[in-house]
């Protein structure tokens, strides 16, 4: 079992990454360090494509209105079911209740009389 310390660290770097936080080394004269920088996070129109691909239906616009934590656990989410659906065995999170709202791709297209 970890230390209280070594789980409190674990903690620190899973709540960066999923802020989208990277890890860069950085060459000091005494030594190894390392500085947090931000990663380029997706465009919503990306996310929206995306989330399109494991039927959820969702605007850039509506996007756009979400927090940071928001769009990387949809894009975390999203990703796993559609690699999952690959037949990838991976864990896949339970889907965030904020996009449980959303109409499904499918289901529009029936609507409309589009082909599924």
């Given at each position: 079992?970890?230390d209280?310390?070594?789980?409190l660290?674990?903690y620190?770097?899973t709540?960066?990454?999923r802020?989208?936080?990277?890890?860069v080394?950085v060459?000091?004269?005494?030594g190894?360090?390392y500085?947090?920088?931000?990663?380029?996070?997706i465009t919503?129109?990306?996310?929206?494509?995306?989330l399109?691909?494991?039927d959820?239906?969702?605007?850039?616009?509506?996007?756009?209105?979400?927090?940071?934590l928001?769009?990387?656990?949809a894009?975390?989410?999203?990703?796993?079911?559609?690699?999952?659906?690959?037949?990838n065995?991976?864990?896949v999170?339970?889907?965030?209740?904020?996009?449980?709202?959303?109409?499904?791709?499918?289901?529009?297209?029936?609507k409309?009389?589009?082909?599924v």
């Amino acid at each position: 079992m970890k230390d209280p310390e070594q789980q409190l660290i674990g903690y620190g770097k899973t709540c960066a990454m999923r802020l989208g936080l990277v890890r860069v080394p950085v060459q000091k004269m005494s030594g190894k360090y390392y500085r947090w920088e931000q990663r380029a996070r997706i465009t919503s129109e990306t996310l929206a494509d995306i989330l399109g691909l494991v039927d959820v239906l969702v605007t850039a616009a509506e996007i756009d209105g979400w927090t940071d934590l928001e769009r990387v656990d949809a894009q975390v989410w999203a990703t796993a079911v559609h690699l999952r659906a690959s037949d990838n065995v991976l864990h896949v999170p339970p889907k965030p209740a904020f996009l449980q709202g959303f109409p499904s791709v499918s289901a529009e297209m029936m609507k409309s009389g589009g082909i599924v």
